[in-house]
């Protein structure tokens, strides 16, 4: 049985127990309802997890699984998928991919604006929207359920009301409605049009709750979302993740990240213990600021090092940059707006790249998605499903998903191999992972029923060994050039950050940077993600 982290206790050694600890026995009931939700999740004992086995996916799909002896995972945030990715079955004459093998946008899509009596179409963005000066979209659950009514109906209204309110809050005139009915191209995301060509686009990957990040991205982890459909203040939970399933299978991984990895907010049992386990996923793009704080006291081989080396464990995570100083480092990469999706692509090229560069590519499966669509339009209306909770039998909305590996076929897509009513969610990664990693004897560990309902990704393989490939990392990289110096002039100037003052932090930003400070402060070392 593994020990997990105790208060006071950390790898056998007593350490002075900490004043959030301390308050749980006495002064904590003094304090406000929010503060004590904190203190209870940082000291609490450990919740076990669920004991139960299931029967493991039998099918010839499930064996298809075997060739792979790598999945990596990296999950962005907050883009749709018609937003991100609709644009490949637009009309090539008309700058889409003409692809019509893809489920996206058709071309007379419209929202209508019943406050504006106005209808909006769907539009390629101008490069410098969403890049920065336009806010965050609203994508709590409430919203969600407007822009979800009527078939899909009410992004464009939602989008006006929210938008309108911050802009008389904020003394400053309101975005374009329309805004969100805007989509990018193969111009704006050279590295996405290159891996949709060549590997499995997954036009039926919904996120798991119409919410917000913190729901999704624990359906991803632990197959639940504790109750909410809209993110904790601050984002710390206390739920049982597959992970424990690794360690009991005694199956290696790894959580790269830029911040605190999101399993640490997640899952009490890695809050502050395995240490090795958790590493940069490039330390040396840590912002001056971040090195001057001693983040680096204890660095240890990042996920480029493991790649390189040959050293990547059966599944690694990747969570993106959350944080964005802009004058004190390196902006957020995790393309939630208004992050510059420049940053997202370099951050995909930089693993792609690795991945493929490795000796266990051919044995390896990288999985690019999305936690949830960010308040941006899709026209495919989430499907049913079932849960162990009755407010959570409803999918999200569909997000840009890629499987990324020679053991898919080129081009391939997910509605053309499968039909459209065969979808995946987050806790597909979960069944994937279990399956391929955690049969023992036919069965797998019972999860939640999200989980044992979820469809794996072996689905997608195409069985049989690896395809014969040589990514063309120099003509990707080439065109990456070009697109970067096509960008240098469109980019937006912010004008706070010109003056060098940071810029106005999202929600989600300001619950991680409350999240990633609790952690350090109640226990978490310098040195480590």
């Not at 490039?282 to 704080?293: I, Q, V, W, Y």
């Not at 053309?416 to 994937?432: N, Q, V």
């Not at 999200?450 to 395809?467: C, I, S, Y």
Request: net charge negative; glycine share 10%; hydrophobic share 40%.
């Amino acid at each position: 049985m593994t020990e997990y982290w105790r208060p006071g206790v950390i790898h056998g050694r007593h350490v002075l127990e900490r004043t959030e600890q301390l308050a749980v026995r006495g002064i904590g009931r003094l304090l406000p309802a929010k503060w004590r939700r904190v203190v209870d999740l940082l000291a609490a004992p450990v919740p076990p997890a669920p004991t139960g086995m299931a029967p493991a996916p039998t099918d010839e799909a499930a064996r298809r699984l075997d060739a792979v002896d790598h999945i990596v995972v990296l999950m962005m945030e907050n883009r749709s998928f018609d937003h991100m990715l609709g644009y490949l079955s637009l009309p090539a004459e008309g700058g889409g991919g003409g692809r019509g093998d893809v489920d996206g946008l058709k071309g007379p899509d419209v929202n209508f604006n019943s406050s504006g009596g106005t209808t909006y179409p769907i539009h390629h963005l101008d490069r410098t929207q969403f890049n920065g000066e336009v806010e965050d979209p609203d994508h709590s659950g409430g919203s969600v359920d407007e822009q979800l009514a009527n078939g899909g109906q009410g992004f464009v209204a939602n989008f006006a009301r929210i938008s309108k309110a911050r802009a008389v809050q904020a003394n400053q005139p309101a975005p374009d409605p329309g805004l969100v009915m805007g989509y990018y191209d193969a111009g704006d995301l050279p590295v996405y049009d290159h891996l949709a060509a060549e590997y499995c686009l997954v036009d039926r990957w919904f996120s798991s709750v119409p919410g917000a990040t913190w729901p999704n991205r624990l359906y991803a982890l632990t197959g639940q979302a504790a109750g909410s459909r809209d993110d904790a203040a601050p984002p710390i939970y206390a739920l049982p993740s597959f992970v424990r399933y690794l360690d009991e299978n005694n199956v290696d991984w790894r959580w790269y990240s830029f911040d605190p990895g999101t399993l640490r907010a997640a899952d009490p049992a890695y809050r502050f213990r395995c240490h090795d386990r958790f590493a940069y996923c490039d330390a040396r793009t840590l912002s001056t600021k971040e090195r001057a704080a001693g983040e680096l006291t204890e660095e240890g081989p990042s996920f480029l090092d493991d790649a390189a080396a040959g050293n990547l464990p059966a599944v690694a995570w990747i969570d993106p940059r959350f944080k964005d100083l802009r004058v004190l480092g390196p902006n957020s990469n995790d393309d939630h707006p208004p992050s510059d999706v420049l940053a997202g692509q370099d951050l995909v090229l930089t693993v792609y790249h690795a991945l493929s560069s490795a000796p266990s590519w051919p044995r390896t499966l990288f999985l690019i998605v999305y936690d949830e669509h960010g308040g941006f339009y899709d026209h495919v209306p989430p499907p049913s499903v079932v849960d162990d909770h009755p407010s959570f039998q409803r999918l999200g909305v569909r997000v840009p998903a890629l499987i990324v590996s020679p053991l898919v076929a080129r081009g391939s897509t997910s509605t053309a191999l499968l039909g459209p009513d065969f979808h995946f969610d987050h806790t597909s990664i979960i069944k994937t992972i279990l399956t391929r990693f955690c049969n023992r004897g036919g069965r797998i560990p019972a999860m939640t029923a999200r989980v044992a309902a979820a469809n794996h990704l072996g689905h997608l393989l195409a069985g049989g060994a690896a395809r014969a490939e040589v990514p063309d990392q120099g003509a990707l990289a080439d065109r990456m050039i070009a697109w970067r110096a096509g960008w240098a002039g469109a980019r937006f100037t912010d004008p706070i950050a010109a003056v060098g003052r940071p810029t106005e932090l999202t929600d989600f930003q300001t619950g991680f940077y409350d999240m990633a400070r609790r952690l350090r402060e109640a226990g978490l070392p310098g040195g480590h993600p």
